[in-house]
């Protein structure tokens, strides 16, 4: 039987294989390694996927050539099999096969170093044309550029850090480059520019990964549970700029921090850069190994802060240039004055006017429009809700004087706007009785109570009910 043969050479081969490289290695990657079949002096051996085969090509060619001549002689050949078993195509057992070639005779003393090629000589016989480099998908988003990010107090140490990465990649001392700050101020943006700069740069060059550690978590998982954690790892290791988000996301996940220390150790030995983002610093990040913690601290550390009013108001003005909006400056400020606490919840205000008024068919939005329309989305930071906004609000309603509330008059419209406006303070402000009373002209609490409970009389009709709502409607509004 052929496969018995080759299973023969393929241990004779192994012995020799142990004995030049440490167990770990040897467990490792060729362990997993399954003789197929050995004819014409070819052994074909069979590897769990592309990235494997590259690996042995790029790591132990020499070796393997010389052990291949040492078991099977200088005109043993050796060929390749790739059985993927998450083939992207639904031929699950597809397996790739590498052209046979010569192996050529080899020295000894190649043993531990890369044997250089010259043109014409005999090529390295683990090389597939058109598999060679492996390609990483880098899952950048290319609008996450520098050109987009606009620069502000809030975050110039970082962008300028991260823009030193970039165009020194490989020659600074950011490393690992640690962005942290809270939701939606920018840091997946920042992050993503550096991948984004050094692509530019370096073209296919590097090897560049953007990965949430949410999905570094969950394919370590998988690749446990399929017995692929090694692969796992040297994926990772091949990569010369990691970029990983949101690592508070690593907090109790032991295992995975684990790998992922191990990881950031290798690439950081070899130089390869490490950038990671996490919602605060990473002394404060809970349930983190102590190890990885002060990893982090070893190069730079820089957070994003909430951007003032005039950054705020400069973000809103380019990403609307940059989307082909046009807005009254009225607008930008009404946005940027209400959604302090995100630059993402910005941009969905501006969104949210778009489809508004896409909607509705309405060319140009005004202020007061783009108040109604956002009135939900600023209630926390709505304005404080005075007395007097009430009181002028409902005179306003009534189309009487706001003063008047305030007087001791007793003429029947004044004494309802009076009491519907008593009722209002009580249900919209947090104030006393008391200060209610004493707002409507020093009147006694026991004054605001009565106007309360006649209020609540009143408005079991509908009809009153819904005055009370389009009055209270109208306070909201004036309020923002
Ligand atoms: P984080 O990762 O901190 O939660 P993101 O990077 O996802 O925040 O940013 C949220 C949104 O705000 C993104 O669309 C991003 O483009 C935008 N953004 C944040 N900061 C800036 C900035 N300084 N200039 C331009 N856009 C920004
Ligand atoms: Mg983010």
Not at 455 to 479: C, F, T, Y
């Amino acid at each position: 039987m052929s496969s018995d043969n080759a299973k023969v050479a393929w241990d004779a081969c192994l012995n020799i294989i142990r004995d030049n490289i440490n167990y770990q290695k040897y467990t490792s990657w060729f362990e997993p390694i399954k003789p197929v079949k050995l004819s014409d002096n070819t052994l074909t051996i069979q590897v769990p996927s592309q990235f494997w085969y590259e690996w042995l090509e790029e790591h132990y060619y020499t070796m393997l050539r010389s052990t291949i001549s040492e078991v099977l002689g200088t005109d043993g050949k050796l060929e390749y099999s790739i059985v993927m078993e998450k083939s992207e195509d639904h031929n699950s057992d597809r397996s790739v096969r590498m052209p046979q070639r010569p192996v050529p005779p080899s020295k000894p003393q190649e043993m531990q170093g890369y044997p250089s090629h010259s043109p014409g000589m005999i090529q390295n016989p683990f090389v597939i044309p058109g598999l060679k480099k492996t390609k990483i998908e880098s899952n950048l988003n290319p609008n996450y550029v520098f050109e987009r990010y606009i620069e502000g107090d809030c975050n110039r140490l970082a962008r300028s850090a991260a823009m030193a990465i970039a165009e020194n990649l490989g020659n600074n001392s950011f490393n690992p480059f640690f962005v942290y700050g809270g939701v939606g101020l920018g840091k997946t943006h920042l992050i993503q520019s550096i991948g984004n700069k050094i692509k530019q740069i370096h073209g296919d060059e590097k090897n560049i990964l953007y990965i949430s550690s949410e999905s570094f978590t969950n394919e370590f998982v998988h690749a446990i549970r399929n017995n692929r954690a090694s692969e796992f790892t040297m994926f990772y290791r091949n990569i010369d700029v990691l970029i990983v988000d949101d690592i508070q996301f690593f907090s109790g996940k032991e295992k995975t921090q684990e790998e992922f220390f191990h990881i950031f150790n290798a690439l950081h030995q070899d130089g390869k850069q490490i950038i990671l983002s996490s919602d605060r610093a990473p002394k404060d990040v809970p349930d983190i190994e102590e190890r990885l913690i002060s990893r982090f601290n070893w190069g730079l550390s820089a957070d994003v802060q909430l951007p003032d009013f005039e950054t705020r108001y400069a973000i809103l003005e380019y990403k609307a240039r940059d989307n082909g909006i046009e807005f009254d400056p009225d607008i930008f400020e009404f946005i940027a004055h209400n959604f302090k606490s995100s630059v993402r919840d910005m941009e969905g205000a501006v969104i949210k006017l778009l489809a508004t008024s896409s909607l509705q068919k309405i060319d140009h939005i005004d202020l007061f429009m783009a108040k109604q329309v956002l009135k939900d989305m600023v209630k926390e930071t709505k304005k404080h809700i005075s007395i007097e906004l009430i009181q002028s609000q409902v005179c306003n309603y009534f189309g009487i004087d706001a003063n008047k509330v305030r007087e001791k008059t007793r003429k029947q419209e004044v004494v309802e706007a009076r009491q519907i406006a008593m009722y209002l303070a009580k249900q919209m402000t947090k104030s006393s009785l008391k200060t209610i009373g004493l707002q409507f002209g020093g009147r006694d609490h026991s004054t605001v109570i009565h106007a309360i409970t006649s209020v609540e009389d009143r408005i079991k009709n509908p009809k009153h009910q819904r005055i009370i709502k389009d009055i209270q409607h109208s306070i909201e509004l004036a309020s923002i």
